[in-house]
């Protein structure tokens, strides 16, 4: 008969395998892009998995046939614009929800949760329409402008602001500040998990985004990292080496976005406030 230590034992090893198991599943593409980008386009397409000696040729390939400084900074500008605007706007719609009650704040809040059930697809033409009568097609404020007003952050930030003390609202009406004043100096700074939090969801979220700046962005100045990998790999000889160097240079600013602030993510997915 197992004693009871050993029973304990045998489940510990049996998680840490499954665990495990998880991780190497979730961290094998990203290394199959790592070694991919040190081969050559024959090596990928056989499936080769161990490192090989194309890196310099397939570095040299891409930043050859792609203004790669011209590409970051257009997904730069349009990520750090798009996500500051998106936390601003959502979080003030979160708080906004939250705090003020009113007869039809449930009913346009189950409205707006509604929204999230209508497919990215269905809203494309409707969406492409209204760009074009603005004339804002490839514009890269018709890339920013749809991702504002998010459903799913503003229902996730008016989630963690029934944490909010609201001691300290009152304590700050006392001492006669105003309501945006509460926001901007009070709910904000005790938030910052939060913040870090939607930050990283939203960042990540625009960064990768494809559908709809393939829409809209129709020349090659104004288009993102994405949409040129795209390109690169669906042309008549694609070069996967070169791919594989603009996939990984795609991924490095996410990765560096998530350890730096990975600490603050967990604690605002956790619904911790400060």
Do not use: C
């Not at 007869?103 to 269905?122: D, G, H, K, S, V």
């Amino acid at each position: 008969m197992i004693s009871y230590g050993l029973k304990q034992r045998l489940s510990s090893i049996a998680v840490y395998i499954i665990l495990g198991l998880m991780a190497f599943i979730s961290i094998f593409p990203f290394l199959w892009m790592v070694v991919g980008a040190t081969n050559s386009t024959s090596d990928i397409i056989n499936g080769k998995m161990s490192f090989g000696s194309a890196l310099l040729l397939n570095a040299t390939t891409f930043f050859t046939q792609v203004n790669v400084p011209l590409i970051f900074w257009n997904s730069a500008k349009i990520t750090i614009i798009a996500t500051v605007l998106t936390l601003l706007i959502s979080s003030l719609a979160g708080y906004g929800f939250e705090i003020f009650a009113s007869r039809f704040r449930e009913r346009l809040y189950t409205l707006m949760l509604l929204t999230l059930m209508i497919p990215f697809a269905a809203l494309m033409i409707p969406l492409f329409m209204l760009m074009g009568k603005f004339g804002l097609i490839n514009t890269h404020i018709a890339v920013v402008l749809p991702t504002i007003a998010s459903a799913f952050i503003i229902f996730y930030f008016r989630q963690s602001t029934k944490a909010f003390p609201h001691e300290l609202r009152d304590a700050a009406r006392v001492d006669g500040l105003k309501e945006w004043q509460i926001f901007l100096l009070i709910y904000m700074p005790v938030m910052r998990s939060t913040y870090a939090a939607a930050f990283i969801i939203v960042f990540m979220t625009i960064w990768n985004s494809y559908l709809w700046p393939l829409v809209v962005l129709q020349s090659n100045d104004t288009k993102t990292i994405t949409l040129v990998i795209s390109s690169l790999g669906s042309a008549y000889y694609p070069d996967y080496g070169a791919v594989m160097i603009g996939t990984v240079l795609a991924t490095i600013p996410t990765l560096f976005v998530f350890f730096a602030m990975q600490r603050q993510f967990v604690e605002g997915m956790l619904g911790s406030v400060k």
